[in-house]
Nanobody, 126 residues
Framework: QLQLVESGGGLVQPGGSLTLACAASGNTLDSYAIGWFRQAPAKGREGLACISRSGEITHYADSIKGRFTISRDNAKNTGYLQMNSLEPEDTAVYYC???????????????????WGQGTQVTVSS
């Protein structure tokens, strides 16, 4: 059973950067596509980005395109979300998720992901 653990969240000032990591155990991550989501207080879970199993194909939501970069290192069994130019509106709990089949059209489909991490808090504030 694949297990995912996010890390790297914290408090950052507006304009700052953070890199989130999604460490996998229990199975090899290269068998799964990865997605990143976030959920702000009193809001629904929002899909941000996804990446194919090999890392060759990525897809981004318009809300974060150009500021966030999704990547993966299959040798380390870890996925990443590099976040730049952070804004207070980016404050949320960030989740990584995994699914066996990669489909960019389903990138933000919460129900299509089979495995989820517990989330990591990102707070953007001065």
């Amino acid at each position: 059973q694949l297990q995912l653990v996010e890390s790297g969240g914290g408090l950052v000032q507006p304009g700052g950067s953070l890199t989130l990591a999604c460490a996998a155990s229990g199975n090899t991550l290269d068998s799964y596509a990865i997605g990143w989501f976030r959920q702000a207080p009193a809001k629904g879970r929002e899909g941000l980005a996804c990446i194919s199993r090999s890392g060759e194909i990525t897809h981004y939501a318009d809300s974060i395109k150009g500021r966030f970069t999704i990547s993966r290192d299959n040798a380390k069994n870890t996925g990443y979300l590099q976040m730049n130019s952070l804004e207070p509106e980016d404050t949320a709990v960030y989740y990584c998720a995994a699914r066996r089949r990669f489909d960019p059209s389903m990138c933000s489909s919460i129900g299509s992901y089979e495995h989820w991490g517990q989330g990591t808090q990102v707070t953007v504030s001065s």
